[in-house]
């Protein structure tokens, strides 16, 4: 495993000075994954927060050569820039041994408009990086919902009114999602833990064929939280088993050690709403009239943190 | 100057003829979704890697979108790209069409022309690329399948000449042309990629003020289709107008050169203007409506009536100063509009014909045609019918209608 001495050597790719907001979590996820290049790579992404805050014509924040063409395309451009560089490399036009390519997208890229064209270049089997950095909704435009948006949460097109107690759906499992397609690596990452994130990408730069990695990114504007507080936020995700990190090899699924920690010894499991509260997205939830559906969030979360329990093998130690 | 080659007759239809044309062009992408009329490219191109005859990557995409994005980044990352679609597909792909131009990335497109939906129809007319018209792509139209054959190996070489860097779409209406077998002379292999050669990048300023090749290369990383606000993007889009300017000499030059080397040419590249030195009345038209109105022109000259036809082959950027040319000494002109543009009084080919020759020296009068929506077929007696009506409006000088739907019931 990498060190941070051995990363603060490494140069910055994604460089500093580009417009994201105070305490941005995609703009964490960008640096860690950058610094986990190998060699030669192209980076294509989708229209949203990070394309906008990083490429203000004239300025660029990238040292990589990255591409930008539409919101619902950064699978098919990865696919498009795959299949040059394997054609020119045959043809002995291409000058590197491999090049490395990355599609980074936010949840409404990946989520809802992007899911065609990922689903496609996924099964066509294109050796490329997908990374999906999930700050759960629009934010760019002004915090509207997405299919990652989660239950309970309010955003300008799901507002918690007197009525309506915010988003009333439950997050799309897209991570399973993409599990299921078959591809040799799929995993989940928080921002908050690095390590853990550079280490995945890695291993997806290194699989080969198609690599998918779900990475959660705070974001204090659509979240509603302190803008010091985007890394302790991340790890209470992971903390409360709201979002578990886990991973899986040519399918062969494994909890990763943050949350297989938890599994193990269940009393570090911390309640949803210590994550929740962190939030005034979610702030409608704690008033009389919608904290059944706090419960039902934390009932969810048990539901699918005891399922993945069961699909990784992981059970409590027993005291002795 | 090279020297005519000699080439080989072989049966082919408008499709096929594409996908040959571009197995020969050496390109490195063909990324491609099948849609009725323009399968047959997909299809023939398929087999061509099944069978080892291309090292071309086929990338068989979920949808025309992907297409087009998939062939947009190829092309970027300095591959020579190809796809191609029809009807519903570039409506689909139109996001993408507008954002491969503004990237300057010189991806070719075959669009096998086609109605749009709805009523569903999958027969040729010009309404699909019609909508396009306005997105930076230069457009060529085919009038056969030779042509077809011709302007594919042509628009490579259009593309991605380094002071054009736009995308090109070659345009053959939809089974008239992609399902009809013609007599197609073809060019040796080594001709053609001889005649396309290599793809040259010009070089860009990059932000550490360093030359560097216009494509995506790791050693010499660029930042391309970035976010461009008000104080950058209209002069961004001045830029692709100027392009178009560069245009008729790099098209030309090509046109010319591909002439010399199989004997062929389309009139001057831009028009293909028949008949039209001393015509009186005249129709002007695009695709392959042009090849049964020559054979009305030539029955009413057999007749003594002075009648001609332009067919605009180079429909993107327009070739103004032809058309006026042309047609300005004409007494009545009628423009054949194989679409509509509903509630624009009259079709898109109509608006521009009749725009340029607003200011003309003659300012003759100009009428609509539109026909053959849905793949309603355009016989000679229909086309004849629109003669008698110009030769009526050259005698008295009235017009009755200015736009008119020809070859449908009422």
Redesign the interface.
Known sequence: MVTIRELAEKPELFTPGHRACAGCGPAIALRYITKALRGPTIITEATGCMEVVSTIYPYTAWKVPWVHTAFETAAANASGIEAAVKALKRKNLLKYDHVDVIALAGDGGTYDIGIQALSGAVERGHDFLYVLYDNEGYMNTGIQRSGGTPKGASTTTSPAGTIVPGKTQNKKPIAEIMLAHEIPYVATASIGYWADVIAKVQKGLAAEGPAFLHLLAPCPRGWRSDTAKSIELARLAVETCVFPLWEAVDGELAMSPQSKAIGLKPDRKKPVADYLKMQRRFSHLFTPKFQHIADEIQADVDKRWNKLLKNCNVSPAVKV | MATKTEQQMVPLNGDEAVALAVKQSDV??V?AYPITPQTIIVEKFSEYVANGEV???F?????E??AL???????????R?FTATASAGLALMH??VY?TAG?RAPVVMAVTNRALSAPINIHGDHSDVMAERDSGWIQLWAENAQETYDSIIQAFRIAEHKDLLTPVMVNLDGFWLSHTLENVNILPDEVVKKFVG?REFPFVTD?EGKQVPFK??????????????PD?YFEHKRQQEEAMHVAPKIIKEVHDEYAQLTGRSYGNAFVDAYCMEDAEIATVCLGSAAGTTKTVVDYLRSQGVKAGVLRIRTFRPIPWEDIITSLEGAKAIAVMDRSNSVGADGGPLFHEVRHLLYGSRGHPPVVDYIYGLGGRDMPPKTIHAIYKDLYDIASTGKVKHFVNFAGVRD
Do not use: I, K, Q, R
Request: charged share 15%.
């Open positions: 490195d992408v990324a090292d071309t990557e990338v068989c995409v979920e949808s979108h992907s994005a998939a062939s947009l980044t190829a092309s970027l990352t300095g591959a790209a996001e993408m954002v990237c290599t932000t995506l290369d790791p050693n010499n990383p660029l930042t391309l289709g970035p976010l461009d606000l950058y």
